[in-house]
């Protein structure tokens, strides 16, 4: 596939899922290859007084009546995701996707055990689909806040998986944070499971410590302020033990154990 660029799509959906969370779903004029879950997109409205494009990740793909759709799932923080947020059904919008490298599927005989902060479960939610039809998923360890901040548990749980939660006011699943349901985890069966991380920085950095210290593979999705999407920009490195990487072009998706942890922030 040659590099992406960018193409003019259109609002076909959006809903407001909870109190700053929303679901936009983008209709696109042709395909756009192959997505491999974990990838992200950069979304631009013209004219609208946002100049750079936001980074996003994409939260769920298809077709419908062949034609191909992105769907993305983010939270109000600021003006770019304000913006995204109050767009009508029609609205056109500019969309350079797919970029950046996925999660990768377990070895062989492996199960996979998936860990979602908040609103870490956007990238998540499709490779949690593909990770069902291949029957190789253990369990999903979903952690928020507060049980609105678990915006995608009802259709988590009707997919039919494993799903153990944890919310740091207690009002849904365990009270506390993600982390210490990932401590719980059975000893049994840990040298054939890989893990899959996204959310907090903090958080991701526990499990990268709790997967070096049960050598267990792990996977987490990073995330950067991005102003150009292909790696021209290098304003989003991260510095890892083989020197800086470009986390647009490079990850979003890395081995847990390349990254330098001290470097990040918290």
């Known amino acids: 596939m040659g590099n992406p660029f960018y193409l003019k799509g259109e609002i076909k959906e959006r809903k407001k899922v909870a109190s700053f969370y929303h679901r936009l779903r983008i209709s696109l004029p042709y395909p756009i290859g192959p997505i491999t879950p974990g990838q992200f997109a950069m979304l631009k409205v013209e004219g609208a007084g946002v100049i750079l494009p936001r980074p996003f990740a994409i939260h769920n793909f298809g077709e419908e009546k062949k034609v191909p759709w992105l769907e993305f799932l983010f939270k109000v923080v600021g003006k770019g995701t304000g913006l995204l947020a109050g767009l009508s059904v029609g609205s056109p919008i500019m969309v350079l996707a797919p970029l950046g490298k996925g999660f990768p599927d377990p070895p062989p005989g492996y199960k996979a055990l998936l860990i979602a902060g908040g609103i870490g479960i956007a990238p998540l939610f ?16 979903y952690g928020a806040k507060t049980q609105d901040d678990l915006i995608c548990l009802s259709e988590l749980l009707n997919l039919e998986i494993t799903v153990k939660t944890a919310t740091e006011d207690g009002s849904v699943g365990r009270k506390g944070i993600v982390t210490e ?10 040298d054939r499971t890989v893990i899959y991380a996204c959310g907090p920085e903090p958080m991701l950095k526990e499990v990268a410590g709790f997967a070096a210290k049960n050598k267990m593979l792990c996977w987490i999705s990073l995330e950067r302020r991005m102003a150009c999407g292909v790696g021209a920009c290098l304003g989003c490195v991260v510095k890892t033990k083989y020197g800086y990487k470009r986390v647009c072009n490079d990850g979003p998706i890395f081995e847990a154990q390349q990254i330098v942890w001290e470097r990040c922030p918290t």
């Open 181 to 190: 349901l990932l401590r719980e985890e059975s000893d049994h069966g840990r």
């Open 126 to 141: 499709s490779f949690i689909m593909r990770l069902k039809a291949s029957r190789s998923l253990h369990c999903l360890l």
